[in-house]
């Protein structure tokens, strides 16, 4: 028997109580931070924000607006429900929540642990973006065991972490390598010695269009079955399914419109613009996609796909705001090189084949790197389940599916 089913069979053997978070910390949020108040006002102490690259951290400047242990959560956008445990002086910008525990009887990093694995569950994703908002985390019910419990989960669990963390970052350091040797023959691919005519991407698309979003407050136009894709969801990728389905009513209120499969799809705004994706199925696409539908006689997809690809950096140059946002024209106006096809089909099946090693979750070390962090999620989730007390029944939610490749741990 572990140390920690003794201490739950001994101290709670009859499950342990719910409490809603409103009833165990105060709740409140960031402010706005522009990217440009962030470079005026540069300094030490940390500003989080929505995304989840870098542990959020969108910069740093010279006051703080927190220092202690807090959690917080982003609140909206394609990372809605994410938490994320913070201990010293730091900021957070309108689209986080912040939890401040105010009781004896839970510790912080239980809580965080928690929530890691609850707060996901109540992000409303049904409509527009994704959003986990104060009002919905303030209901949300969690189980709090006795503090022994919770200190020998979060022992348990820290030690889980950073084994994981350990064996992932060796894997992503080798991928992050295969990454850089696949961006250096992009680069030389694509860097041509001869003389190559350089168009306008307009001069090579049969059609180029924007999409639409169907008003948010109408469940009519929602959970139909029409992929409906968002700039959050264009990564550098193939696209064969959305996270968002609308109606047909919602297709014709708004500007979505369909486009055909194979598509260069470069996103405009947000976090995303200035990335590609090309999508294998017909979809409708929101405003801030600019749909590319290439003239094959002219310049293969794939191509202009990897091309795209190579110039993120100088097309999201030409943005402008906080997200440096770009638009249709800058994206018409672009130019490319154009050679022969048959020289383009040859890069494209070069780079496809590097890509290929480098992103496919089916095989090498990305499928490596998600099984790590399945398995870590599945442990997480098995030590965090209590049945309440008073019931009966154990939670329906447990865990079943277990990883075959179990990681040892303490």
């Known amino acids: 028997m572990s140390k920690l089913e003794q201490l739950i069979q001994e101290l709670c053997p009859n499950g342990v109580e719910y409490k809603k978070i409103k009833e165990l910390a105060d709740i409140t949020r960031g402010k706005v931070m522009s990217k440009d108040f962030i470079r005026d006002n540069d300094g030490k102490y940390p500003v989080y924000s929505s995304q989840t690259e870098n542990e959020g951290k969108l910069g740093s400047i010279n006051t703080y607006m927190f220092d202690g242990e807090y959690l917080t959560w982003t609140t909206d956008g394609a990372n809605a429900g994410t938490v994320f445990y913070r201990c010293g002086k730091f900021n957070v910008t309108n689209v986080c929540g912040v939890i401040d525990p ?96 350089f168009v306008s991407i307009s001069n090579i698309c049969k059609s180029i269009c924007s999409g639409g979003t169907p008003k948010s407050s109408n469940k009519d136009y929602y959970d139909g079955n029409i992929p409906w894709l968002r700039t959050q969801e ?80 100088s097309l999201k140059a030409l943005g402008q705001g906080s997200q440096s946002n770009i638009n249709a024209q800058i994206i018409k106006q672009y130019k490319i090189p154009l050679p022969p096809l048959d020289v383009q089909k040859r890069i ?28 870590y999620e599945y442990y997480r989730d098995l030590l965090l389940t209590f049945a309440e007390k008073g019931s009966t029944m154990f939670p329906t939610d447990r865990p079943t599916d277990r990883p075959t490749d179990r990681p040892k741990h303490n």
Request: glycine share 2%; charged share 25%.
């Open 102 to 197: 105010n009781v004896s009887n839970v510790i912080t990093k239980f809580l965080y642990y928690i929530l890691s694995v609850y707060a996901p569950r109540y992000v409303n994703a049904g409509m527009g973006n994704p959003k986990l908002m104060s009002n919905v985390m303030a209901e949300i019910s969690v189980p709090v065991p006795p503090l022994e419990v919770q200190r020998e989960i979060v022992r348990v669990l820290d030690s889980f972490t950073l084994l994981t963390a350990e064996l992932t970052a060796e894997l992503t350091a080798e991928l992050t390598a295969r990454k850089k040797q696949y961006e250096f023959y992009r680069n030389k691919l694509l860097t041509f010695r001869i003389d190559v005519d």
């Open 234 to 313: 264009v990564n550098w990728n193939d696209i064969f399914d959305t996270q968002i389905k609308i109606t047909e009513e919602g297709l014709k209120s708004s500007s979505a419109k369909i486009i055909p499969e194979n598509c260069v799809i470069v996103a405009m705004y947000g976090a995303t613009a200035a990335k590609v994706a090309v999508n294998k199925i017909q979809l409708a696409t929101n405003q801030a996609c600019c749909n590319l539908e290439i003239d094959e006689s002219k310049a293969l997809y794939r191509y202009v796909f990897h091309w795209l690809s190579k110039e993120y950096l």
């Open 348 to 375: 494209v099946e070069v780079l496809d084949n590097f890509d290929k090693i480098c992103t496919d979750l089916n095989i090498g070390l990305p499928a490596e790197i998600e099984a790590r962090q399945k398995q």
